[in-house]
């Protein structure tokens, strides 16, 4: 934060100080409202993807998790033939995750648009 954030805002002080400076009043204005809007946009978008986010890692927690347990449990699974059953667990998972994945990637983009 030291070496990223601070020299950033040191740097718009500047620069709104200077416009207001050396331009008309509105020019001040008008800059100092637009980087007041662009933040505003980008914490509230930013605060928006969390929650789709939070929804990828979880559904990529439950794709591991079964994937851990048939490969832990691989006799038992093989004992009762029990192959799809796993693969079907397994490929429904990862599809939601994938679909997660996307919508994540999706707010990324409204993000940088933003």
């Known amino acids: 934060m030291l070496f990223n954030i601070a020299p950033m805002i040191v740097e718009i002080i500047f620069i709104i100080g200077t416009i207001g400076y050396l331009f ?46 048939s490969l832990l449990n691989f006799e038992t699974v093989k004992y009762f033939n029990a192959e799809d059953h796993e693969q079907r667990r397994f490929q429904v998972s990862l599809r939601a995750y994938k679909d997660a994945s996307v919508t994540v990637a999706k707010t990324l983009v409204s993000l940088n648009m933003s």
């Open 24 to 69: 008309p009043q509105k020019y001040f204005w008008l800059n100092l409202g637009c980087i007041v809007i662009y933040l505003l946009a980008t914490v509230i978008v930013t605060e928006w993807r969390a929650k789709y986010f939070k929804l990828q890692s979880k559904k990529d927690a439950e794709y591991v998790q079964k994937a851990t347990d």
